[in-house]
């Protein structure tokens, strides 16, 4: 320390001097170095995140569907008193007498179930006590509007005297069973809808159209597809595409349980989704597209004895839905949230007022609807515009854990590629098919997507076969069942007694080629041997 004074010389205290460390040249640039790239590495983590946030959605909503003609008759008004207050009420139909008259379950007309039901009082108390209400037109037991009132103008006039009567601002278009497959009938409904839509628009009115549909584990029917497509082409703004988890059949494979498979099943519609729009010419992000995304499961015993939504799977689709952003919860159905009676003795045979499993009353929405705060009439507000597309950029091998797909490349089942930012796994031996081919069906391609590349994320080592595993093939040689040979640098294994038939023809023609791929795992199991 220093004190100076104008009238005498500095006293200097005396100070031990410690000798000053300078950093190097290269030492700066390498701190500078280290930092630019933790830096770029942030900013590109930011980047992926920025452009897979949703713009304008409102927060998810949850609500369980009413079937409103089934007996015993269901107080929905009494969810008013509930924390979950919203519903669907379902199913409005064509009259088996009139086509283009709207009626509850083909058995009320409006007027008929305002008097009989007392519908529109109870809609009102439900209002009351900070609930709302959409309404679904169609079903699997009768007729959409759409399938039997080919006059347009009729048809657009049934929509819209239940849209006004229940001054709703959301509703759902539940088509499935032979309605689905009626393309003139789509054509129609979409056409209508969309008029609908625009006039409620221009008067300063919202109104949400959800498509409900039914989904295998590989995502959307053909026919669903192509429902989605056409309401698309006619200028509907969807709210959004709900899938109807349940009932899966035959189309639910080996080793796949109801949630395993409602989780593929939304996966793929997500998938699926995106395309769509992409050939609307519209591009919406991952984020976007998962709010677009509804699952209705049906609670406990499904329509098919070995199928059983419990209450663990749940648990689990809700996690599933909540960590992916998905729009939408609903389940089949309030009527049946509660545990059936002793009486009851069939719990395998799918009741309309009860689940058929152990439950308390109300579980089911208890669970499926934590963490969907948000309201049907809120959500309706939401009017669809495309996100920015990114840039896309080559694939860096410095930092994808897989290696870049390539034309050439052969890829055995299990495979794992890196393509334009996105890990793929190969479902089967694959060659010069592009991973990221924007197919609207699984099964047409050989590719699965498991998710993006992360940032930060480094190669991950590759198993391969030793050079001389096995010998290479020739076509002038005679090999017998069980024999592997390499062809291309990929190991086959002989089916059949052969000679001069090329494994090649193996990728066009699997079942008649005499030679079969290995798998990525017998690959791995084979190193592991040669390890040991």
Known sequence: MKIKNKETKPIVEKQIIIPERRLSFWRVLLFIFIWAVIGYSAFLGYKWWKSNQVIGADNPWFASYVDVTATP???????????QKDAVLAFIVSSPSNACTPTWGAEYTLNQAGINLNLDNRIARLQQQGGSVAISFGGQANQELAVGCTNPTALLNAYTSVVDRYNINTIDLDIEGSDLSNSQATVRRATAIAKLQEERRKAGRKLAVWLTLPVTPQGLTPDGTNEVATFLSKGVDLAGVNVMTMDYGASMTKGENMLTASESALIQTQRQLGILYQRAGIYLNNATLWRKIGATPMIGQNNYTNEVFTIS????LNSFAVSHGVGRMSMWSANRDLECGSNYVYLQVVSNSCSGVSQSSGEYADILSQNFDGTITLSAGFVTVADKKPILTQDNPATSPYPIW????AYLEGSKVVWYHNI???????QGDVPNDPVLQSWQTPWELIGPVLPGEKPIPQPTLPAGTYPNWI???????????????????????????????????PDGSPWVPLTQAQVNAIINALGK
């Open 424 to 430: 793929y796994e190969a479902k089967w031996w694959t």
């Open 313 to 316: 799977d749940a648990k689990s």
């Open 73 to 83: 008759e269901f107080s929905f008004q009494q969810m008013g008193t509930t924390s």
């Open 475 to 509: 076509g002038t040689a005679i090999y017998n069942t069980g024999d592997r040979v390499l062809f291309n640098g990929v190991p086959y294994q002989a089916k059949w007694w052969n000679q001069g038939d090329s494994p090649a023809a193996a990728s066009s023609n």
């Open 406 to 409: 390539s034309p050439t490349a």
